[in-house]
């Protein structure tokens, strides 16, 4: 018996293939022609499979549900060091028009800015205003308007 030369495959390309094997095509078979053992067997492992595709869909189906009706309370902000000076000025904007508004009482926040922590959106605004002052590179006071 000869063998398929594997660089035949996945060698350079050749358009010579005249040392190249066929194979046998599969002997198809029908389940009825199967001993009933067999048969059976087979109609288990069917039933298996289509079982665990029909939890598949409930669970994705449950999620899809579940995603719908999610609402979040949290604001997560990025890392302020991580913010480039468009983006802090944007998070300023958008945080101190929570603060004016009064929808920041309806969220919480956990956030940190050179090893110190806080949950009050205030100081929040306050370490974006320094983070943006140290992005000008300039010791002067902020100009920027306090919330």
Known sequence: MTTINPRAIFG??????????LLPKPQ????TDLPAERQS?????LAEVEN???????????????????ESNEFSPRSITLLDREETL?????????????QSENYSLSTSYNGR????FRQY???????AKSLE????PSTLAQV
């Open 117 to 120: 922590i806080t949950t009050d």
């Open 125 to 131: 605004v306050y370490w974006l205003q320094q983070h």
């Open 52 to 70: 665990a595709f029909a939890a598949i869909r409930e669970t994705q189906k449950r999620t899809q549900e579940l995603e719908k009706g999610y």
């Open 90 to 102: 944007h998070q300023i904007g958008y945080v101190s028009e929570l603060i004016q508004s009064g």
């Open 12 to 21: 350079t390309h050749t358009t010579d293939f005249s040392k190249a094997v």
């Open 41 to 45: 067997q087979l109609k288990q492992s």
């Open 28 to 31: 198809l078979t029908k389940i």
């Open 137 to 140: 590179g300039s010791d002067a």
